[in-house]
């Protein structure tokens, strides 16, 4: 696996920093917000995108943290460098991976500057960032899956790779999901009103928006027989996947989370447990009035009232921001290690919790969950994408 | 999770819908007859240069009897050619009480123009003129919402971004839901809107400029697929792992890949039309080469994949063929197809 956003360029240094509840807000630099209602992001440190050399030059911001968080994965999955990585399928998302290039080309059109210039850009679009990722990371890759879903295109992403492997398109994929600032976006989010001016606080009663971020992660998921055959051990197993489309709304989800019952519904059947196995989810939680709301009523339909108070939530959003198409995929990486430790990430931010979770969300000052065996990841997007991943620690199998 | 309980491919193709430059319906696609041009200004040199393109008419009955579409009121035009190529394709399926209908639909430009216009009034105004109307119908999947809403799909929907072979992804999804078992028929949609961006884009790419054939174009094409079986009159029999490229001599290495694992004894669809791998569409297939039927009707990326397979399928000569799918901006692939 690995992991870059606000919290840190690598996986080990984000999750201590998670656990211990640190926020990755800050003023945003990347582009001028001084006409906005909100002024705040959690930006990556551009320190961590590694120096930029003639060949990197070109490469976008996206392209560039896929490529951090992409090469930890493969990295730790013993096929950095290594020719097991040719012909490893991609299954990747992102909502808007191109759109850095859009607006310099947009900007570039207005401001009449010359089609020479535009040149460069105008090729660029999210596939030729996974063309930066193999050749940065040194592979040529095998069939490619980009999934634009929105904010689930992550966990569709992983949940696609899953869908690979079971019917043997594939034995090994490298799946996740990259997204950078863009100002497109930000006004976008900021022009709904959908931004916090305050503080973000997931399920919480006075919520008033989400903090955007950026960042990408990636995991390897490859069958159990090809890992045998590479003699390397799993750090968890996906079990269960499911999806569903909310009809409601363009951007807002039905009040009762239909759609996110009816995708955890489908990925608790295929992977044969029951609701009350969940011992943690990683809630999508932007802190947006609209979705946390159903969100809530989602998680008391599919648990049930009992079984909802065991459960144990949080959403991570609060410290790593709402990183889009990122999302699922970082999130993901964040509950597979929550089984590899037995840690859970608090719920940071939430002063005052909707009396449906207030039980269920998990307390800075009681992160250690020492028998977690299976959690899952939750996902909703504009669009009305739903998408629910279940995990199953290593020995849970 | 359970592997698969039925085989990929083949896949049965039991409906088609399209909308293109030479009207709705897919026998419009068959027509020999040119297809009229028209001029767009363009943006950076509004008075001095205009594009040839190839346009949906806008006032074709069959798009406009959307309009009182309510969720279709403030959609992108893609929306809308999509929404009625899928009403076609779905238009003689005897949908049984239960049948789960999955739909995957290919972009490769998205909705450019809500985005052109909604990130231009930022620039030209200022960033609080940023729309709260226009954001929403920028996402890749916002008219695979509003069809999903239309034609009442809650289950499995993805969208899905690249080139030409974006659309062999599409229907390497399909297949995918249907061997898992997890829908009975998948709407297969691919869609393009033309906007003055991605005509810039084209034109500063080199792909459009004085003298060349290419043509940007736009609309939408669905096929509607189930578990395939002897009796289907259409299918697709095998989409080829696609092969990623960066420039010329690696898109040449990876179209030899593709045309590699063909059957040697089965024909080739032209498919490449006028776009810059045309040299190698000839260099490849040599004699195999067999026209599609119909008019040219320009480039519209993934649309035009979509319009290639329903010709194929809708052609005069039975038996199986091969379709390359000519991804003009990363991947090369192909179908295998067949008439009975």
């Known amino acids: 696996m690995g992991a870059i956003c606000a919290l840190g360029p690598d996986l080990g240094s984000i999750w201590p920093s998670l656990i211990a509840g640190a926020e990755g807000s800050g003023p945003v630099t990347a582009f001028d917000v001084s006409d906005c209602r909100c002024r705040r992001a959690a930006e990556a440190d551009s320190a961590w995108l590694g120096e930029v050399s003639s060949q990197s030059r070109r490469w976008s911001r996206a392209s560039r943290l896929a490529i951090v968080a992409a090469r930890e994965a493969l990295d730790q999955a013993g096929l950095l460098g290594q020719p097991g990585a040719d012909g490893l399928a991609l299954s990747v998302a992102t909502t808007a991976g191109g759109m850095l290039w859009g607006e310099d080309f947009l900007r570039g059109l207005v401001r009449q500057r010359g089609g020479g210039l535009l040149g460069p850009i105008a090729r660029q679009q999210p596939p030729q960032q996974l063309l930066d990722l193999q050749a940065a990371l040194s592979f040529r890759a095998g069939p490619t899956t980009i999934i634009g879903n929105a904010c689930a295109s992550g966990a569709n992403a992983i949940g696609h790779a899953a869908d690979l492997l079971l019917t043997g398109q594939a034995e090994i994929v490298l799946a996740g999901g990259y997204e950078a600032m863009s100002e497109l976006l930000f006004l976008g989010f900021d022009c709904l009103q959908a931004t916090s001016t305050t503080t973000c606080r997931p399920f919480d009663v006075g919520r008033d928006g989400l903090l955007l971020g950026e960042g990408a992660g990636f995991l390897v998921l490859e069958t159990a027989a090809h890992a045998a055959r590479r003699g390397v051990r799993g750090l968890a197993s996906l079990a ?110 939430t002063v005052n919790a909707l009396p449906e979770i207030a039980s269920s969300l998990v307390s800075p000052r009681a992160t250690a969950a020492p028998g977690l065996r299976c959690a899952a990841s939750v996902n909703l997007g504009f669009g009305g994408a739903n998408a629910a991943l279940i995990f199953l620690a290593e020995d849970a199998r | 999770m359970r592997r698969a309980p039925h085989p990929l491919f083949p896949l049965a193709v039991i409906g088609q819908g399209a909308v293109s430059p030479a009207g709705s319906g897919v026998a419009s696609l068959s027509s020999l007859e040119a297809i009229q041009e028209t001029e767009i200004a363009s943006l950076r040199r509004p008075e001095t240069v205009r594009f040839p393109v190839l346009r949906v008419d806008p006032k074709l009955s069959a798009l406009a009897a959307w309009a009182r579409e309510p969720r279709l009121r403030r959609a992108s035009p893609v929306a809308t050619f999509l929404v009625e190529a899928a009403a076609q394709a779905l238009a003689g399926w005897e949908r049984a009480p239960g049948a789960r209908l999955g739909v995957v639909c290919a972009f490769f430009s998205g909705c450019p123009a809500y985005s052109r216009r909604f990130f231009e009034q930022t620039i030209r105004k200022g960033q609080s003129f940023a729309s709260p109307a226009l954001f929403p119908e920028t996402v890749y999947n916002s008219p695979l919402s509003h069809l999903a809403s239309i034609f009442g799909i809650a289950g499995s929907a993805y969208a899905v971004v690249g080139d030409e072979s974006a659309w062999g992804e599409a229907l390497r999804v399909a297949a995918t839901w249907l061997a898992l078992d997890e829908a009975d028929a998948v709407l297969v949609l691919a869609g393009e809107e033309l906007d003055l961006v991605t005509i810039e884009a084209f034109a500063a790419a080199r792909w459009l400029r004085r003298g060349a054939s290419f043509r940007p174009a ?123």
């Open chain 2, 218 to 340: 736009e609309g939408a094409a669905a096929l509607l697929v189930a578990r395939g079986d002897s009796s289907a009159s259409s299918l697709v029999e095998a989409i080829y792992p696609p092969r990623p490229y960066r420039d010329g001599p690696t898109a040449l290495r990876a179209a030899r890949e593709v045309f590699s694992e063909f059957d040697p004894e089965l024909p080739i669809l032209s498919s490449v039309g006028h776009s810059w791998l045309e040299p190698f569409e000839a260099q490849l297939a040599g004699a195999r080469l067999e026209p599609v039927q119909g008019a040219y009707l320009g480039e519209s990326m993934v649309a035009t994949a979509g319009w290639n397979t329903l010709r194929a399928l809708r052609g005069p000569a039975l038996g199986s063929r091969l379709l390359p799918l000519w991804g003009q901006n990363h991947q090369i692939s192909a179908l295998k197809l067949s008439r009975r």
């Open chain 1, 240 to 349: 269960g996947y499911g999806h569903a489309t909310d009809l409601h709304h363009l951007t807002q989800p039905s009040p009762d989370g239909t759609a996110l019952v009816a995708a955890m519904r489908q990925a608790a059947r295929r992977a044969g447990l029951a609701p009350e196995t969940i011992g943690y989810v990683n809630a999508h939680g932007t802190a947006t009035a609209l979705n946390d709301g159903a969100e809530a009523a989602a998680y008391t339909t599919f648990f049930g009232s009992e079984a909802a108070d065991r459960c144990r939530i949080s959403s991570t959003k609060a410290a790593t921001g709402h990183t889009l198409g990122a999302a699922g995929a970082l999130e993901a990486v964040f509950t597979v290690r929550a089984l590899e430790t037995g840690q859970l990430p608090p719920q940071v931010g």
